[in-house]
């Protein structure tokens, strides 16, 4: 999908803030209202706009706790790949999973309310899935970033 600098301006706009009115988009986009909505439904049904979501404080809900775990696996063969991909899926904790090129096959972000949980998490749903031949883990000392998206490009056209 070819997108023009307005379109740019609309996913800019709308990955900002995706509460906005339909109205204030517009506005900051510099079009009328109709327009801006037809455009937005587009992006939506093409699949640039891929869905909504809250961005939760997870101290407020209690998870005050972020690994990065490292994880090596013992067969690198698709099947593998994708069975421990299945699994991970079936995890709430993990958030997000990404599979690398290299020494280490994925790296997880997981969420935790504390030590222990995150330890009983480790021990008994992580290490033990199959096909795991080690975990490494880094816990978060501190976030100075993050910034969900990625950076929209509104010079492009």
């Not at 037809?38 to 809900?61: N, Q």
């Not at 090129?101 to 992580?126: C, M, P, Y």
């Not at 883990?137 to 993050?146: N, P, W, Y």
Request: glycine letters at 4%; proline letters at 5%; one cysteine or more.
């Amino acid at each position: 999908m070819k997108l023009d600098a307005v379109d740019r301006r609309i996913l800019s706009n709308l990955q900002e803030d995706g509460r906005m009115t339909n109205v204030e988009l517009a506005n900051r986009a510099g079009i009328t209202a109709p327009p801006c909505l037809r455009r937005v439904r587009t992006l939506e049904t093409s699949g640039v706009i891929k869905g909504y979501h809250a961005d939760l404080d997870p101290d407020a809900l209690g998870y005050s706790i972020i690994v990065f775990a490292l994880v090596s696996l013992k067969s690198q063969a698709e099947a593998d790949l994708q069975a421990f991909e299945k699994h991970v899926e079936d995890l709430p904790e993990i958030r997000e999973c990404y599979m690398l090129n290299g020494e280490i096959d994925f790296v997880l972000k997981i969420v935790s309310t504390d030590l222990q949980a995150f330890q009983r998490f480790l021990t008994s749903k992580l290490t033990p899935a199959p096909n795991v031949a080690s975990v490494k883990t880094s816990l978060v000392i501190r976030t100075s970033k993050r910034q969900p998206g990625i950076p929209v490009d509104l010079t492009a056209d």
